[in-house]
């Protein structure tokens, strides 16, 4: 069996760039949301000082307060498994949603 595509055609450059797109414009943003969102509540602490950078193509979520490490081993039972491998997880699975949804589109 064989599959072969073309990286040089139209559709496929555009694909690429519109998947480019959603990474660097949606993704990021969503996943600081998603980790805020699963962060245990603290004294309002933990998710208050959680930010979220953008530099060109590296985007950073940044817990920052002394406990964060502490959780995200899941100290809490609010958030046994921690935030960063549920985040992890959740970049995977929209990214690949994405993926399926641009290549259904054609």
Do not use: W
Not at 9 to 36: C, E, I, M, T
Not at 37 to 60: C, E, F, H, V
Not at 93 to 98: I, T
Request: aromatic share 12%; glycine share 4%; charged share 40%.
């Amino acid at each position: 069996m064989k599959i072969r595509f073309d990286v040089k055609s139209q559709a496929f450059k555009k694909q690429l760039a519109d998947l480019d797109k959603f990474v660097n414009r949606d993704l990021g943003r969503d996943a600081y949301d998603y980790f805020k969102s699963i962060t245990p509540i603290k004294s309002g602490n933990a998710r208050r000082k959680t930010k979220y950078r953008s530099k060109q193509d590296t985007k950073i979520i940044d817990a920052k307060y002394p406990y964060a490490k502490r959780l995200d081993e899941g100290y809490s039972d609010q958030a046994r498994d921690g935030m960063s491998e549920p985040t992890i997880d959740y970049i995977e699975r929209e990214y690949n949603k994405e993926v399926k949804r641009l290549n259904r589109r054609g």
